[in-house]
Structures are given as structure tokens and as C-alpha cells.
């Protein structure tokens, strides 16, 4: 990819081979490079060299705004996401798939939650006694790494609600999605150290996908099959009739939407954007109750047993949890995702409205973790402050209808993005991570393995992630029945 001119480089030298250099050193620098280029060219357009491109960086709300508002045809999401994980290699190309997915985790998942709430209470309860509470050690304190464990609660509580039971409760379908995405990641990373013409070659060779879809087919398509085959028999409307992100496709999808190949790949996909992404924000979340018990783990406790006093494992419930709001939003500041947000491929030409001119071929992202960093927008920012959004007066609020929640995006909060593909999942993970943590709190005491300590984060070029290795301390509580 062609180097941009007089655009300002942070982190990278000057010479022959500075690129490739930097992009070695990318790998531990990029979060410390976008951070020097957010103070010194704030509300203007820098580049670095990240793992495989040259990024341009914008921060400040113009041009935020400016990258949220251009049309896909000019600065594309999916175009950069095929980059970012070399889809054509990893996830297949998804390109031309609908996006019907998209509208119905936005409007139809939230919506059904309400209804859907007992069963993935369910299955919270379920998964997290065959991942944690039938490993203690009776009443003593058992020490444990829990980023698998609490992956695993993931995946079969979001499955709950994509595909039912008995699927999303099936070993070998939980393990396929759990390891589809870090197999992703993994192969994309080094497929992107190849130049174009050898990707092809190396893909052959990195791709995870014959092997996950073999393995996703011989689980899911009879599953699929019946599905398909009652809801032919039944037509529209019948008792039973499951309420799932399966059934909403055999409802509202197009026919090849409905073919069952294309159901099983839409499937991997979604699970690839749902789990990770929540898992590892919780497990960042659950580092900090656990390193600080009297401050935040008794505290959230309290509130829990409140509102499920008051109101039991509903729906509702979870939006009075303002303590809780405040602090996994709090994580999606202090940590996030990573260093950069919102990453779109420039498909023709476009100016930002400062001047600089971004050629057609080019990426560029906001600094989103730089943003949540800064110090004029969040008091002292290098400080963890589980409690920093939770304000009492706003009680009786409904809970979108406030700024400062966490599902709320802006352009000072950029975890989730901002606008038009701002993750259409988050209302979903904000109330499944509530309930996880509430869950928690009340059949479990925590600590870490090094008492107090928060295990420091990892960091891979621009993204970051909680450290595997860390363990937690857990004891089993006489869980109250609400
Ligand atoms: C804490 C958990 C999550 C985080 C931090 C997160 C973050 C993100 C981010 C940063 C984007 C891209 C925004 C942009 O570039 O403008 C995104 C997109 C997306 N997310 Fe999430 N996500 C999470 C959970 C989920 C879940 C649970 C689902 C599904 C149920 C989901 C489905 C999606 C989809 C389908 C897109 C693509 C949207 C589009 O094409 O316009 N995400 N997410």
C-alpha cells in the first residue's frame, strides 16, 4: 500500500526499510504511538505503521463525525473489518451476504429480551455450574483462570438466544465458536505478514475455515434441518414455535438466507462478533471486582440483591443496576477493545474538512483508547474508577434515554463505535454481562490470586486483552433465591 504524503508519522523512522521496522515494533508500540499522536495533533489526521498498513489516526469530535457520517461507497466498515481479520482467508467472503443479521440483533434481540430473560437466566445458572461451581473445591477457596470458563458461559448464553436448546448446550458447538475466533485472529495475524500475491498460497494453507465448517456441519445441520422442516410444516404460527435468532432468519429471510450452508456460516460469524468481544471486556470487568472487594464487590452486591429483591432476574431489572452500568461501562473506557475504533477503508478519495487529504486504498480509525484517556474528558484518567458514571439523582431514568450509560455511544466513548455501525449488539452484551456479574455476586467470593492486584493488560499491536494467565480465587457463597 502506497505511503501517504504530508500527513505527520508518529513511531516510525525515516529511511529504506523504517516501515517494516515500525511495524515489528508495532506490535508493542502502536497504543504508545497513537497516544503521542493524539496530544500532539489532536482534532487533525496523523499516521503510524501498524502491524501490516499504514493507519491514519483522527480524534476530536469534527472529525470523528466526519468518518461517521461518509457513506460506505467512500470510507467502508466492511471493507476495512475484511482487512483487519483477511476475511477472504478467515471468515470467507461475507461481503455479499445480507445484512439482515445486523437489524435483528438491533431491534429484534433487544426487543425480545424481555421474554427471553428466564431462559437466559437459565442458562447462566447452568453453564457457569458446569464451568466453575462443580470445580471448587467444596466450601474451601478453589484458584482458577477463568477467561476459558467464562468464554464457554458466553458462548452458550448468547446461543441460547441464536439457536436454543439443545445446540447451544452441545460441547463440540460451544468449542467450534469458542475457537473460531481466536483461530481467526491468530491466521489473519500472520497471513498479514505476506505480501498480496502470496496471500492466496498462504490462506490455503492458515485458513481455518474447511475445517471449522466440517466440524460446525457435522453439529449443526441436522439441527438446522428439523428446524427448517417444522417450520415448513407449521407455517407462520405454532405452539412451541422457538424464539431464537435461528427461527427469526427462517422467518424473515431471504431463501438463499435460509439455505443451510449459509445458515451455519452466518452462525460462525455471529458467534465470531459476540463472544470474544464479550467475553474479555467482562473478564476485564471482573479483574477489578475481584482485585478490590470491599470497594466494588461488596458494593454491587448490595445493589444486586436490592433491585432482584424488588424486582427477581428480569430484564428491568438489570437497567436499576446503576453501580453495576458504571462500572463495566468504566471498563470499556479503561480498557476497551484496544487502541483504535471505527477503522474504515477509504474506497475513492475524501477530505477531511481540516484539509488532509486521504488517497483512495487507505485506512483510518479513531483513537478511541487516546479519547478515553484524555484527561479534559475524563478526570484523572489513568485511575480506575469503577463508580465515575453512577450518579443516584438519575434513578428513576430509563436507561437510553441518559448519556452516560453504558450502551451509550459518543464521540468521547468509542468502544462500541459511534453512528451508523455502532455495535448493534452492545444492548444485548450490556445485559448479559450485568447478569453474569450478578450471578456471580451472588454464588461466589472473589479474589485474585495476587490479592489486590489487577493483572496488567496484554497488548497486540492495536488490540488488547485481559491477561489468560492470571487466576482468581473463588468460593462458593449460600446463594439467596430471589
Ligand atoms: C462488549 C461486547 C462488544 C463490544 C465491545 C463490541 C464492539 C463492536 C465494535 C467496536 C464494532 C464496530 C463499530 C464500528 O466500526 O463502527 C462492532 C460491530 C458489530 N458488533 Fe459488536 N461488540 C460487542 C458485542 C457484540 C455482540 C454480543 C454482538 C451480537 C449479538 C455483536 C454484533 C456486532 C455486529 C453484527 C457488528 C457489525 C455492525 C455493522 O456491520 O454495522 N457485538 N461491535
Not at 91 to 116: A, F, N, Q, Y
Not at 169 to 174: D, F, G, H, I, K
Request: with cysteine; aromatic share 10%.
Amino acid at each position: 500500500m502506497a505511503e501517504p504524503a504530508q500527513i505527520p508519522v508518529v513511531g516510525a523512522g525515516t529511511g529504506p526499510f523504517a516501515g517494516q521496522l515500525a511495524s515489528m515494533r508495532s506490535i508493542k508500540s502502536l497504543k504508545d504511538w497513537v497516544g503521542e499522536g493524539y496530544r500532539k495533533y489532536y482534532s487533525t489526521v496523523f499516521k503510524v505503521r501498524a502491524f501490516q498498513d499504514w493507519q491514519l489516526i483522527v480524534s476530536g469530535p469534527t472529525l470523528i463525525d466526519e468518518l461517521r457520517k461518509a457513506p460506505d461507497d467512500v470510507l467502508s466498515f466492511r471493507e476495512a473489518t475484511a482487512i483487519g481479520i483477511q476475511s477472504d482467508y478467515t471468515l470467507g467472503d461475507w461481503r455479499d451476504e445480507t445484512p439482515l443479521h445486523i437489524g435483528l440483533v438491533k431491534t429484534r434481540l433487544t426487543r425480545s429480551l424481555p421474554g427471553l430473560f428466564p431462559s437466559v437466566v437459565e442458562e447462566i445458572d447452568a453453564a457457569f455450574s458446569d464451568e466453575i461451581t462443580n470445580k471448587l473445591h467444596g466450601n474451601e477457596w478453589t484458584t482458577m483462570a477463568v477467561v476459558d470458563p467464562l468464554s464457554r458461559v458466553v458462548c452458550r448464553t448468547s446461543n441460547r438466544v441464536f439457536v436454543g436448546l439443545p445446540l447451544c448446550r452441545n460441547p463440540e458447538y460451544v468449542d467450534i465458536n469458542v475457537r473460531y475466533t481466536v483461530d481467526v485472529i491468530v491466521s489473519a495475524n500472520i497471513i498479514k505478514q505476506f505480501p498480496q500475491f502470496l496471500k492466496p498460497l498462504v490462506g490455503r494453507y492458515m485458513t481455518p475455515i474447511p475445517k471449522t465448517y466440517a466440524k460446525a456441519s457435522r453439529v449443526m445441520t441436522e439441527f438446522i434441518d428439523e428446524r427448517k422442516r417444522q417450520s415448513e410444516e407449521h407455517g407462520k404460527n405454532w405452539e412451541d414455535k422457538p424464539d431464537d435468532f435461528l427461527q427469526w432468519i427462517l422467518d424473515a429471510g431471504e431463501a438463499r438466507d435460509k439455505e443451510t450452508p449459509a445458515l451455519i456460516t452466518r452462525l460462525l460469524r455471529l458467534n465470531f462478533a459476540a463472544i470474544h468481544t464479550t467475553a474479555l471486556s467482562f473478564t476485564f470487568a471482573l479483574y477489578h471486582v475481584a482485585a478490590e472487594p470491599v470497594k466494588y464487590q461488596e458494593a454491587l452486591r448490595q445493589e444486586v440483591h436490592e433491585v432482584l429483591s424488588r424486582h427477581g432476574w428480569t430484564k428491568p431489572a438489570m437497567e436499576k443496576m446503576r453501580k453495576m452500568d458504571s462500572l463495566l461501562r468504566e471498563t470499556q473506557r479503561y480498557h476497551g477493545l484496544g487502541a483504535l475504533s471505527m477503522t474504515r477503508l477509504a474506497m475513492q478519495d475524501f477530505t477531511f474538512s481540516d484539509g488532509t487529504h486521504v488517497k483512495k486504498g487507505q485506512l483510518v480509525a479513531a483513537a478511541s483508547r487516546a479519547t478515553h484517556y484524555d484527561g479534559s474528558i475524563y478526570p484523572e484518567p489513568d485511575k480506575f474508577d469503577g463508580f465515575r458514571f453512577y450518579n443516584e439523582n438519575e434513578e428513576k431514568e430509563d436507561e437510553l434515554s441518559l448519556p452516560n450509560r453504558l450502551v451509550s455511544t459518543s464521540f468521547d466513548f468509542l468502544t462500541f463505535g459511534t453512528g451508523r455501525h455502532a455495535c448493534p449488539g452492545r444492548f444485548w452484551a450490556a445485559n448479559e454481562m450485568k447478569a453474569m456479574m450478578a450471578y456471580m455476586l451472588t454464588h461466589y467470593d472473589m479474589k485474585m490470586e495476587h490479592e489486590g492486584e489487577v493483572p496488567k493488560e496484554q497488548w497486540f499491536g492495536s488490540a488488547v486483552v485481559p491477561d489468560r494467565s492470571a487466576r482468581m480465587m473463588l468460593r462458593k457463597r449460600e446463594a439467596q433465591v430471589y
